[in-house]
């Protein structure tokens, strides 16, 4: 499952060129030539898996309010383009089984971020990881990630045998135990935090380290210069010509 992980990561999709986490994004990507996107997986209100970061629809979309208040079919009449660009208009949130379809379509590899609504952890990764399970074709590279234990606890669960990155931005005093218990594969860490030890620190524990989000090439390669495996970036197709071979 790993052994694909690419350097670059196409973050939300290609966060720089297309309305994040929509299906423009995902294609923008692998356009750029990236071949694993990161996108981020919440419930609606009628318990449907849609891409969206934000809590809230305000900033990505023409809705207003917490996202679990909109059930799917309310969503799907916002306008998730607009806001980015005049040429992106009519773009939808999409459902993570339309995302699925085309990332497999187009020959990607995922990390699903599962990125829960304030107090529906284990919910939205129940739900989130028996929509991706059946679509989801065996042998194509899929990671599991969360900044909430609780999300990677169900995950363990549920879907033992797909690897589990564990986000870190502020890490806790137990962030190693916790990473054992959780059975983590991957540490996805902070960019701007990291210093040559902090990344050394972690490498320790004998799991690649990941890191979010990089969208300059001096900085992508200070960090692989210290170990870091893959990074996260908005830009796939520009930090890969800017590294050179260094991509
Ligand atoms: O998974 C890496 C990165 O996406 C984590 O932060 O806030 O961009 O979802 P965020
Ligand atoms: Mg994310």
């Not at 207003?64 to 005049?86: H, I, K, N, S």
């Not at 529906?120 to 991706?132: G, K, S």
Request: proline letters at 8%; hydrophobic letters at 40%; aromatic letters at 6%.
């Amino acid at each position: 499952m790993l052994s694909t992980l690419p350097r670059l990561i196409g973050h939300r999709g290609a966060k720089e060129n297309a309305p994040e986490n929509t299906l423009a994004s995902i294609r923008e990507a692998a356009r750029q030539g990236a071949r694993w996107v990161e996108v981020d997986v919440m419930l609606t209100r009628d318990q449907r898996p849609v891409l969206i970061h934000d809590d809230t629809l305000d900033r990505t979309t023409t809705g207003t309010g917490p996202v679990p208040l909109m059930a799917l079919a309310e969503l799907r009449r916002l306008d998730a383009g607009r806001w980015f660009d005049a040429g992106f208009v009519g773009e939808q949130v999409p459902t993570l089984e339309e995302a699925a379809a085309l990332i497999h379509d187009l020959g990607l590899g995922l990390n699903l971020e599962i990125k829960p609504y304030p107090g529906q952890e284990e919910i939205t990764a129940e739900v989130a990881l028996n929509t991706l399970r059946p679509l989801w074709p065996a042998g194509r590279p899929l990671l599991l990630s969360s900044f909430e234990v609780p999300c990677l606890e169900v995950a363990q669960r549920l879907w033992p045998e797909i690897p589990r990155g564990y986000l870190l931005w502020d890490p806790p005093a137990d962030w190693a135990a916790i990473a054992d218990r959780i059975g983590a594969a991957t540490l996805n860490v902070d960019q701007e935090r990291q210093t040559a030890d902090s990344v050394a620190e972690y490498r320790a524990t004998g799991r690649p380290v990941l890191s979010y989000t990089v969208n300059d090439a001096d900085r992508a390669r200070t960090l692989f210069g210290w170990g870091v495996s893959a990074v996260f970036t908005d830009a796939p197709g520009r930090l890969a010509r800017e590294l050179g071979p260094d991509a």
